[in-house]
């Protein structure tokens, strides 16, 4: 089975910024579909907060988010990427990558999930 793997999680001051990767396992696992992040907050549900399509053009934000994270993805690592700046405590959550089941554009089918990164930001 294929693996995601989340990393760069850690715990920040408000207004600093995080860089999260999500490498999967095997290498052409990401190609042709789009690739997302979720968080999720203690007591509260997964959420989405960012998605990229296969070919990297088309990008999706939840709106807390827009301005303030870029998601960007390499596909001859199988890695995708969370580059957060600007953080806030509401940004603190478990961090966690997914693929999309069937689009190659946004992530609205979740399929597989890494272990998730923690994030925590402090005021």
């Known amino acids: 089975q294929v693996q995601l793997v989340e990393s760069g999680g850690g715990l920040v001051q408000a207004g600093d910024s995080l860089r999260l990767s999500c490498e999967a396992s095997e290498s052409t696992f990401f190609d042709s579909y789009a690739v997302g992040w979720f968080r999720q907050a203690p007591g509260k549900e997964r959420e989405f907060v960012a998605s990229i399509s296969w070919d990297g053009v088309n990008t999706y934000y939840t709106d807390a988010v827009k301005g303030r994270f870029t998601i960007s993805r390499d596909n001859a690592e199988h890695t995708v990427y969370l580059q957060m700046n600007r953080l806030r405590p509401e940004d603190t959550a478990v961090y966690y990558c997914?693929?999309?089941?069937?689009?190659?554009?946004?992530?609205?089918?979740?399929?597989?999930w890494g272990q998730g990164t923690q994030v925590t930001v402090s005021s």
């Open positions: 997914t693929r999309d089941r069937f689009s190659g554009v946004k992530v609205a089918t979740p399929e597989q």
